[in-house]
């Protein structure tokens, strides 16, 4: 009987209280605001559907495109590799969408080999020597993006980009196991 509830309590954790604490974290990393004349703003890659943004990218490029046009004196680092179904680099995908919107190429940096949220704030880091940064990515995402920047030493504030609502349950539930994966692995 002592081990049932044992059992019990342990689910009971992993299925109501720390999802409801993450999502918490979530919802309050998201509804921050970054300051102006941060130097890098960082778009962390997404699907791109051949060399056709996902809308969850097109809403993080349209979000980063927002902040920069108040603070043009930022570098916009364009992140992502590429996936299966995908034509081009995730960072290729961004990079033509604020040529289109505009940005001149000298604003936009890239960093196109990562194929994880660890690894798109890692490589641009180690790339272009990044101390502050505005994240932008969807909502769901920031919380963890945010914690693995800071980890890897960038003073980081995050830019939140809506979720598509066809996406938004399986994507908070995907993005949950990832949080454990990350606090499991020491962030």
């Given amino acids: 009987m002592k081990k049932f ?9 992993l299925f109501l209280i720390m999802p409801t604490y993450y ?3 979530i919802k309050k990393t998201a ?3 970054p300051p102006d004349s941060i130097p890098y703003i960082i778009v962390l890659g997404a699907k791109v559907n051949g060399d056709t943004l996902s809308k969850a990218l097109r809403f993080r490029a349209e979000t980063a ?3 920069w046009e108040k603070n043009k004196n930022s570098k916009i680092v364009v ?3 590429q996936g299966r179904g995908e034509s081009i680099t995730e960072a290729s995908a961004l990079k033509d969408y604020f040529v289109n919107k505009g940005v001149e ?3 936009i940096l890239i ?3 990562s194929t994880t949220t660890y690894e798109n704030i890692e490589f641009a880091k180690k790339l272009y020597a990044i101390g502050e940064a505005v994240i932008v990515s969807n909502d769901f995402h920031l ?7 800071k980890k890897e030493g960038i003073k980081a504030y995050p830019l939140a980009a809506p979720t598509p609502v066809t996406v938004r349950t399986s994507l908070y539930l995907r993005e949950y196991a990832a949080i454990v994966k990350m606090k499991w692995k020491g962030y």
């Fill in 65 to 67: 495109l927002q902040y």
């Fill in 79 to 81: 992140t992502g590799g």
């Fill in 31 to 33: 509804a921050k605001n």
């Fill in 143 to 149: 919380f963890r993006a945010v914690t693995i920047a």
């Fill in 111 to 113: 960093e196109d080999t």
């Fill in 105 to 107: 190429e000298e604003n």
């Fill in 5 to 13: 509830f044992y059992v019990l309590l342990l689910l009971f954790i």
């Fill in 23 to 25: 999502y918490v974290q």
